[in-house]
C-alpha cells in the first residue's frame, strides 16, 4: 500500500512567522510532488509542485524535496491569517500515474 | 468549461437508494479523478480514468461503487442501495495527464445518507 504521511496537526503560528508542513511518502520511484490547500468547505486548490531535489519558491512558499529520505516539506513565510487552511501533500505514483494524498495538516494563524 | 463542474453540489438520499453523481472535467483534459472525503478526512482515492485506457479502479471500496466516462469526458459516479458510511464530498479531478499531474478540482458533489 503506497502511502503519504503528514502530521494532521493542527500547527498553529504567529503572524509573520514561518509556518513548517512536512510529508513523508512511501513510493520510492515517484517522481512528482504536489501541494494543495483546502480552506475550510472549499476544494483543494494546487498552490506548489516540485519534481526535483532541492528548493522551489514560489512568493512566500517554498518546497523542499529530498528523494534520498522521501521527504516534501512546504515553507511558508510571512504566515498571514488568511494561510489559515488543510494543506495536503499529494504524491504520484511510479505505476499508473495515481495521484495519493495525505490527511493533510491544519494550520491557524494567528494575528 | 472553464473549470471542473459537478453536479448535483448537494444529494440527500434515503439508505437503500441508488445515486449517480456526475463531472465534467476541463475541455482537453485527458485524465479524470473521483476522490471521497469525509468530515475532517483526507482525500480518498476511488477511480482514475486516462484516455482510452482501462481505469484505475483498485480504490472502489465496494462492488456498489462503479463509475464510467463517457466520449473520454463526462463521467458518472454511481453509488448503489446507499449505506450511512457513504455519506461524504465526492470530489471529482481533472489534468491534462502525463508526469506533470496538476490536479484541478470541482467544487465536489456533498452526499448525506439517510
Known amino acids: 500500500q503506497k502511502e503519504v504521511e503528514q502530521n494532521s496537526g493542527p500547527l498553529s503560528v504567529p503572524e509573520g512567522a514561518i509556518a513548517s508542513l512536512n510529508c513523508t511518502y512511501s513510493?520510492?520511484?515517484?517522481?512528482?510532488f504536489f501541494w494543495y490547500r483546502q480552506y475550510s468547505g472549499k476544494s483543494p486548490e494546487l498552490i506548489m509542485s516540485i519534481y526535483s531535489n532541492g528548493d522551489k519558491e514560489d512568493g512566500r512558499f517554498t518546497a523542499q524535496l529530498n528523494k534520498a529520505s522521501q521527504y516534501v516539506s512546504l515553507l511558508i513565510r510571512d504566515s498571514q491569517p488568511s494561510d489559515s487552511a488543510t494543506y495536503l501533500c499529494a504524491v504520484k505514483d511510479t505505476g499508473g500515474f495515481k495521484t495519493i494524498f495525505g490527511a493533510g495538516t491544519r494550520l491557524f494563524v494567528k494575528a | 468549461g472553464a473549470g471542473v463542474s459537478q453536479s448535483p453540489s448537494n444529494k440527500v438520499t434515503e439508505k437503500g437508494k441508488d445515486v449517480e453523481l456526475r463531472c465534467d472535467p476541463i475541455s482537453g483534459h485527458t485524465a479524470l479523478y473521483w476522490y471521497r472525503q469525509s468530515l475532517g478526512q483526507g482525500l480518498e482515492f476511488l477511480i482514475y480514468f486516462q484516455g482510452n485506457s482501462a481505469p484505475d479502479k483498485s480504490g472502489l471500496p465496494s462492488d456498489r461503487f462503479s463509475a464510467e466516462r463517457t466520449g473520454g469526458s463526462v463521467s458518472t459516479l454511481t453509488i448503489q442501495r446507499t449505506q450511512q458510511e457513504d455519506s461524504a464530498v465526492y470530489l471529482c479531478?481533472?489534468?491534462?495527464?502525463?508526469?506533470?499531474?496538476?490536479?484541478?478540482f470541482g467544487e465536489g458533489s456533498r452526499l448525506t445518507v439517510l
Open positions: 479531478a481533472s489534468t491534462l495527464g502525463g508526469a506533470s499531474g496538476e490536479l484541478f
Open positions: 513510493d520510492r520511484g515517484s517522481q512528482s
